[in-house]
């Protein structure tokens, strides 16, 4: 069983930064593909960005593309989410998430791990 622990969400001025980490348990972390998700009250959880385990191989959502980096510190076992030029609609509980099979990272239904979430508030 793999446990995944969020950090670093807060409350930031519109255009601000903030870092976001996920830590994982785990013997096999380097393998899993990582993700972060997002879920706004009311709304849908949706994909936010990943990277995949065997190439690093990353994919944003289009709505913080250019914004927003996903990186991995395997000797840490660490996630990491960068996000800058941050908008009140990017105010949401913020997901790690993880995965064994390297297909579908977009897929929200296919991650196999959760995080308990951040919450990441951007005021105007």
């Known amino acids: 069983q793999v446990q995944l622990v969020e950090s670093g969400g807060g409350l930031v001025q519109a255009g601000g930064s903030l870092r976001l980490s996920c830590t994982a348990s785990g013997r096999t972390f380097s393998s899993y593909a990582m993700g972060w998700f997002r879920q706004a009250p009311g709304k849908e959880r949706e994909f936010v960005a990943a990277?995949?385990?065997?190439?690093?191989?990353?994919y944003y959502a289009d709505s913080v593309k250019g914004r927003f980096t996903i990186s991995r510190d395997n000797a840490k076992n660490t996630v990491y989410l960068q996000m800058n030029s941050l908008k009140p609609e990017d105010t949401a509980v913020y997901y790690c998430?993880?995965?064994?099979?390297?297909?579908?990272?977009?897929?929200?239904?296919?991650?196999?791990?959760w995080g308990q979430g951040t919450q990441v508030t951007v005021s105007s």
């Open positions: 990277v995949r385990g065997s190439d690093d191989s990353t």
């Open positions: 998430a993880a995965k064994a099979r390297p297909y579908g990272l977009w897929v929200i239904t296919s991650y196999d791990y």
